[in-house]
């Protein structure tokens, strides 16, 4: 497999490819799903969540993020680095300026942002200087104290057309990338159909351009509970790369997410 940039990823869009993105936190598995064939590995926030134990992502330091995409990096040939910026990282420019290129230093090929159009002006200063960037909208978790809990959103007509200017903006400050979480399956598709740069979906529906996961959901090992969009692979392939194998087909071929995975 040839070296994933964004402009690779662009281009499945345009040919109508699905993209496969999972989430990764140290070598070993990023070397694994790397070998597997998948576009795009997260080191999320989630790490918060699935490996410190905690309750949310909100605990989690730029230091912490350097860390493990030191980590990641180390265990990949291919496939495209995005490394999450977490909670209150990027609260003024000169914050997000200096977190952001602390992550590409590490290896990151891209940062992402939760966020609407409040982070326009923070997006074109840093892909102005050199810093690609991942929007993400929908249900985004460093928010969830503010959203009452980690619940669907985009439902009402209201928040759903607002999600699509702030998409629109998103994109036009220069994000290459978005990631859609836990919105209503149309919503997905009307994002999708409503910008060019490619949309990465969880619980967003299949209409989305990709679809990504948490590693630990996805291999069906998460200690609380599996959310209503994953599926595990692992389990049906008893072997964890063939599981990976597995979620890069179906997810290419239009099978997954399948109805039981999405919001309506």
Request: proline share 3%.
């Amino acid at each position: 497999m040839a070296k994933i940039t964004t402009s690779t990823l662009l281009k499945m869009k345009q040919q109508g490819e699905k993209i496969s993105t999972i989430t990764a936190y140290d070598a070993s598995f990023a070397k694994l799903f790397d070998q597997a064939g998948i576009h795009a590995i997260l080191i999320g926030d989630s790490l918060g969540m699935v490996l410190q134990g905690q309750d949310d992502t909100l605990p989690v330091s730029i230091d912490h993020m350097v860390y493990h995409t030191q980590c990641v990096k180390r265990g990949v040939e291919n496939t495209l680095i995005i490394s999450d910026m977490p909670f209150m990282s990027y609260a003024n420019l000169e914050q997000a300026l200096t977190n952001a290129a602390k992550l590409m230093q590490a290896g990151a090929s891209m940062v992402k942002m939760e966020g609407g159009a409040w982070l326009v002006d923070t997006i074109k200063a840093l892909v102005e200087r050199g810093i690609p960037v991942c929007a993400h909208l929908g249900l985004t978790p460093q928010s969830v104290n503010v959203f009452g809990g980690f619940k669907v959103q985009g439902r009402e007509e209201a928040k759903a057309q607002q999600m699509i200017i702030d998409a629109q903006a998103l994109e036009a400050a220069g994000a290459q990338l978005l990631v859609l979480e836990c919105i209503p399956a149309p919503l997905g598709k009307a994002i999708s159909e409503a910008i060019t740069i490619p949309t990465i979906g969880i619980g967003a529906g299949k209409d989305t351009n990709g679809q990504i996961l948490v590693m630990h959901d996805a291999l069906g090992i998460s200690c609380s509970y599996m959310p209503k969009f994953s599926r595990n692979f692992l389990q049906e392939t008893g072997d964890i790369k063939k599981s990976i194998e597995l979620y890069i087909s179906e997810v290419s071929q239009g099978n997954f997410p399948g109805e039981d995975h999405i919001f309506k």
